[in-house]
């Protein structure tokens, strides 16, 4: 079946379902993005600081699909901050791609302090006009980050990735994007693996002859998020594809709105900059 996917602000789709490669070992990148686009994955979320864009374009030009039906996206470097810094880290993430353009450029964290991102923004907006890039965004950044964008520079950023899962749902972020036009995109959307022995969760997910990491992608899917789980485990790469032939009923979300603690698997942005 084929991927949902989720209009940006200038009319760009990006598949729901996406492919996180953090933390996939650089040598292991090339075989696993193969595997995940085999299994029907068109979207791959990598970054200059995972150290494997090599091993995801290894894949790209190994596979069969077509460069225009990928949908791929890397994030600028926390040293690449600044102006002229992040177009000298983009044309080197490109580089290590091997491609002459991506999809969705992000900056990975608003830092470092005293909102020089601001600065480093107006170079991703340089390699829009310049067509480099089909979309440019942001990642981790919170509303107060977002409104000095809005105040500051030109362009609304298409995307906000940020940790996003049934523990920490994000209502008033999402809520925040609706308003702007800005697509909330999840990251460890499985809560890194941490949540999926939980008990309700599994007895939840067995209603469905699913698995939990099956009934967690498929809440992404109805609440709107795009979410991009990774593994390295081929049969879970298939497994967390396996997630467009059920629907969960009201009561289950509602359900599943319980487990909203706040609790995260990754750093707080607010520690590094406002
Ligand atoms: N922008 C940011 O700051 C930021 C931060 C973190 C992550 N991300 C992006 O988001 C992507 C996903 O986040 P994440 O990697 O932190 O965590 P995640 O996707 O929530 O979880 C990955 C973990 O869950 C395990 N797993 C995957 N599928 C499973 C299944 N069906 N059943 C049981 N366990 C399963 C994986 O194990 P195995 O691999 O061993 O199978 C791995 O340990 C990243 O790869 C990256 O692209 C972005």
Known sequence: MAVPSVVLNNEV?????GFGVWQ???????????????TGYRSIDTAASYRNEAGVGEAIRSSDVPRDELFITTKLPNPGHG????LRAFDASLAEL???HVDLYLIHWPMPARGKYVETWRALEKL???GRVRAIGVSNFHVPHLRRLFDETGIVPAVNQVELHPRLQQKA????HAEHGIVTEA???LTQGSLLSDATLTALAAKYGKSPAQLVLRWHLQLGTVAIPKSVT????????DVFDFELAEDDLAALAEFDDGTRTGPDPDTFSS
Do not use: C, H, M
């Not at 996939?24 to 085999?38: F, H, L």
């Open 24 to 38: 996939v070992p650089a040598g292991d990148t090339a075989k696993v993005v193969r595997t995940a686009i085999e």
């Open 173 to 176: 972020l999402r809520e925040f």
């Open 83 to 86: 102006y002229d810094e992040a």
């Open 234 to 241: 081929p049969s879970r790469i298939r497994e967390n594809f």
């Open 98 to 100: 091997g491609l002459d």
């Open 187 to 189: 990251w460890s959307p």
């Open 128 to 130: 829009y006009a310049d």
């Open 13 to 17: 789709a990006i598949p729901q379902l």
